[in-house]
């Protein structure tokens, strides 16, 4: 019988959390975030695979009770569990909290960046245990998706899609294109004969 995959994903708050989980989910991965640390053992034996979220937002949330939290899971066989640790430079995650003018969690009455240093500080014990780290300081939502996907695609999960589309340069290159092919040196399919009856099929 094939182990759960089990993703505790975890690390500094406005590092991009939330946005993995989502990621993870269009993966195929049941999500869940924010579980109170006594729950985390009562989710596990289930035969979808897991991605939970937790950070010091969490009810119960300390270093050390999640690390022996994590130590007991991984000595049931029947689990796969893998630690997920989002890091980002100081000065990105305050301008994150600035821009969006959250506040951060450890710094009601201070400024973000206190908040910043001692949530870094705190949280240190977890990066060094993670399996994975992911640094989304200069990282663009695709990029963290292909890391994720790397490390913990599922077995019947389709590695690769792709999805073709033409348009006009005339309109603009269209903003979610990854891969832009000019191929106006082609002849037009209209004016082909043998193409013509498929000309704007979809």
Same mark, same amino acid.
């Given at each position: 019988?094939?182990?759960?995959?089990?993703?505790?994903?975890?690390?500094?708050?406005?590092?991009?959390?939330?946005?993995?989980?989502?990621?993870?989910?269009?993966?195929?991965?049941?999500?869940? @975030?924010?579980?109170?640390?006594?729950? /985390?053992?009562?989710?596990?034996?289930?035969? %979808? *695979? &897991?991605?939970?979220?937790? =950070?010091?937002?969490?009810?119960?949330?300390?270093?050390?009770?999640?690390?022996?939290?994590?130590?007991?899971?991984?000595?049931?066989?029947?689990?796969?569990?893998?630690?997920?640790?989002?890091?980002?430079?100081?000065?990105?995650?305050?301008?994150?909290?600035?821009?969006?003018?959250?506040?951060?969690?450890?710094?009601? @009455?201070?400024?973000?960046?206190?908040? /910043?240093?001692?949530?870094?500080?705190?949280? %240190? *014990? &977890?990066?060094?245990?993670? =399996?994975?780290?992911?640094?989304?300081?200069?990282?663009?939502?695709?990029?963290?998706?292909?890391?994720?996907?790397?490390?913990?695609?599922?077995?019947?999960?389709?590695?690769?899609?792709?999805?073709?589309?033409?348009?006009?340069?005339?309109?603009?290159?269209?903003?979610?294109?990854?891969?832009?092919?000019?191929?106006?040196?082609?002849?037009?399919?209209?004016?082909?004969?043998?193409?013509?009856?498929?000309?704007?099929?979809?």
């Amino acid at each position: 019988m094939a182990s759960q995959k089990i993703l505790i994903v975890t690390g500094l708050s406005g590092a991009g959390i939330t946005t993995s989980l989502k990621i993870l989910e269009d993966m195929g991965y049941e999500t869940i @975030d924010g579980v109170p640390l006594s729950l /985390i053992s009562q989710l596990m034996g289930k035969p %979808a *695979p &897991l991605a939970i979220g937790v =950070d010091i937002r969490t009810r119960g949330f300390g270093v050390e009770p999640l690390l022996e939290e994590l130590d007991q899971l991984k000595t049931r066989t029947e689990l796969d569990i893998s630690l997920v640790f989002m890091d980002c430079d100081d000065e990105i995650i305050e301008r994150r909290y600035v821009e969006t003018r959250h506040r951060h969690p450890l710094a009601d @009455d201070r400024p973000v960046s206190d908040g /910043i240093r001692h949530e870094r500080q705190l949280l %240190a *014990p &977890l990066r060094e245990r993670a =399996d994975l780290v992911i640094d989304t300081t200069a990282m663009a939502i695709k990029d963290c998706k292909r890391i994720l996907q790397g490390n913990f695609a599922l077995d019947d999960q389709k590695n690769l899609s792709i999805f073709v589309t033409s348009f006009s340069f005339k309109k603009g290159i269209p903003r979610e294109a990854d891969l832009v092919f000019d191929v106006r040196f082609l002849r037009n399919p209209y004016y082909d004969i043998s193409l013509r009856p498929t000309y704007g099929a979809r």
